[in-house]
């Protein structure tokens, strides 16, 4: 499956893309904000995870223009962010992201919430 990994930070990119690849994904394709990922994303993506603060266009816009289209209604989406307001996560999750981390996080926190998608995205 590939993977978009959307940070306006190459350091955090560098951090999840050396996190996906210690569990084993190998297809990983980078942008460093949404406008970009939008001219990046096609139906080979199979899972997103994206910033929420980035110039040009934000996660919660990109997420939104994502679902828009319909070879983007049902990728999993993964909002990382140092926002953590109850507030933000209900208007990430209304935007169409699936889950939310808050950064700093750990590897493993990054795998669980993945492998949770994933099965999610499974099942139906």
Known sequence: MKFLVIDDSATMRRIVVNSLQR??????VEAGD???ALQKFDA???FI??????PNLGGVDFARAIRARDDGKTVPILMMTTRSLKED???ALESGV??????????QVLKDKIDALTAANVAG
Request: aromatic letters at 10%; charged letters at 15%.
């Open 98 to 107: 699936n889950n939310y981390i808050v950064k700093p996080f750990t590897p």
């Open 44 to 46: 080979s993506v199979g």
């Open 49 to 54: 995870i994206t910033d929420w603060n980035m």
């Open 23 to 28: 569990i084993g994904v190998t297809d990983i």
């Open 34 to 36: 949404g406008k970009e």
């Open 89 to 91: 996560i209900i208007t």
